[in-house]
């Protein structure tokens, strides 16, 4: 795991590459590289986003995990400010420096969301062409003027134009996020988008047994759409977690 940075507007970001194991995924351009981004107001130490992201570096992707300007490790100004708009930039700002690292296919680039985040790689893949469980330096508290914006991100509205591959995973117990929501996004996007429910809250996503499930439905997602010679993992890797 290596310490990168990368500008954002007139700020730096500051993010982590986790390099990839092994080839499983490369081709003749390179391995595919996640870019992961924390919920709302999270920081990119949370323990269980750096999980998901050695899953992944382990199973052969790069990763790239980053803080938005105004959290954690990232400058910026005013701090603790939740903007939707402000942290899509920062998201695109991260696929463009993913994609100059060495050893990264630029055209295999995955976007990794969950709760608001998954919004944004939502509305980012429908408007770009893509083919303890808190962090030691996340604070419990947002700008006032938050609740004003955040009230009107509606990412569902953009999603009938996303045209590359979409995993909508959903807890059929979230209380925050409604399943309801995920199962019309996954009908509005069509044929590119595959819906998996789970039994769990908005949080249990971060902890056993849920975790190591729903990583392994992403892995198989992936090997299945970015591996160049066609799916190389078992394909009961993701069935053996259905039972628990």
Same mark, same amino acid.
């Given at each position: 795991? &290596? ?7 007139? &700020? ?20 595919p590289c ?6 709302? !107001? ?6 269980a986003l750096?999980?998901? !992201?050695?899953?992944?570096?382990? !199973? ?22 939740v903007s ?27 976007? #990794? ?24 330096? #996340? ?21 009938? +134009? ?12 979230? +209380?925050? !996020? ?44 992936? &090997? ?16 053996? #977690?259905?039972? #628990?």
């Open positions: 795991m &290596d310490e990168i940075s990368f500008i954002s507007g007139r &700020d730096r970001c500051a993010a982590w590459n986790f390099d990839a194991n092994g080839d499983a995924f490369a081709g003749a351009r390179g391995v996640v870019v992961m981004a924390p919920e709302f !107001a999270g920081t990119r130490d949370t323990r750096m999980d998901y !992201a050695r899953g992944f570096a382990a !199973a052969g992707l790069h990763v790239v995990l980053f803080d938005y300007r105004g959290f954690g490790g990232s400058g910026g100004s005013p701090r603790q400010l939707a708009a402000r942290q899509r930039r920062d998201y695109r700002g991260a696929i463009a420096a993913a994609r100059q690292l060495p050893s990264v296919d630029p055209e295999r680039i995955v976007l #990794w969301g969950i709760s608001l985040s998954g919004g944004h790689v939502v509305r980012d893949g429908a408007e770009q062409d893509y083919t303890d469980v808190a962090g030691p330096s #996340w604070r419990n508290e947002v700008c006032a003027r938050t609740a004003l914006e955040v009230a009107f991100n509606r990412p569902i509205t953009f999603v009938a +134009r996303v045209r590359c591959p979409l995993l909508v995973q959903a807890g059929t117990e979230d +209380r925050i !996020a409604p399943l309801a929501t995920a199962r019309r996004a996954a009908a509005r996007t069509g044929a590119h988008a595959e819906l998996r429910e789970y039994p769990i809250d908005h949080v249990d996503v971060y902890t056993e047994p849920a975790h190591q499930r729903i990583l392994a439905d992403q892995l198989d997602f992936l &090997d299945r759409h970015l591996s160049p010679i066609g799916p190389r993992r078992d394909p009961n890797t993701s069935a053996q #977690w259905s039972h #628990w």
